[in-house]
């Protein structure tokens, strides 16, 4: 998958997502959110400027956001992202509505629809992981300029190939056919326990 499907299945797939801002006090705070658009690099989303959660918008200009879709955690696939978000106003407000007419059911009128704005989510990062696959699947992704730091669990030349690491992995996905054995990234939990068994230190954490 390619950034924008990324992007494309969180709005048209999971829509609604948990969405983190901070408060004035360094605090953490959660709200509901729908994602209503997408382009290659950006999400797009509403809000009334009367609220805390514009407000937060406004001073910060971050947020993070998690959705997830499936019947229960083991169908269930999840899309993360934090990034940083700008407002672009009102002028977008008409195709959001056409693209997501159930708004007009929360605000009837051209008037009631003056109280909203449009962010846009313009650079970020993300993860892809779902918990259906056999093994799991995990990818990351980027947008708008972001710079991705790779994260996980690799294998160094310290590897002696004793295959004790692979004992203790939940989802097989160490490869042992050569040494260093080689961690798939796009299967792992990153649970560290790998890390934590190996006997000569050969497992690190980026």
């Known amino acids: 998958m ?3 499907d990324f992007l494309a299945y969180v709005v048209d797939e999971i ?12 605090l953490p705070v959660t ?9 290659e690099n950006s999400l797009y989303f509403l809000t009334a ?15 993070a956001l998690t959705g ?7 169908t269930s696939a999840a899309v993360s992202v934090h990034g940083r978000v700008k407002e672009l106003g009102y002028e977008r407000i008409p195709a959001l509505f056409e693209k997501n007419p159930y708004m007009r059911e929360i605000y009837p009128t051209e008037e009631s629809m003056r109280a909203l704005t449009v962010f846009q989510i313009y650079e970020g990062v993300g993860e892809w ?6 093994p799991i699947e995990r990818a990351s992704f980027s947008f708008g300029g972001a710079e991705r ?16 690491c692979g004992s203790v992995c939940p989802q097989d996905c160490i490869d042992f056919s050569d040494t260093p054995a080689v961690i ?4 792992c939990l990153r649970c560290g326990n790998c890390a934590g068994v190996c006997p000569v230190g050969a497992v690190e954490r980026t």
């Open 2 to 4: 390619k950034t924008k």
């Open 15 to 26: 829509h609604t997502c948990v969405v983190a801002t901070v408060d004035d006090d360094g």
């Open 31 to 39: 709200a509901a959110i729908d994602m209503m658009d997408y382009d």
């Open 49 to 63: 400027k009367g609220k805390g959660f514009y407000d937060r918008l406004i001073k910060r200009g971050y947020l």
């Open 68 to 74: 997830i879709k499936g019947e229960d955690t083991m």
């Open 129 to 134: 992981f779902d918990l259906s696959k056999k």
């Open 149 to 164: 730091k790779e994260a996980g669990y690799f294998i160094t030349d310290a590897c002696i190939g004793c295959e004790t």
């Open 184 to 187: 798939a990234e796009e299967h």
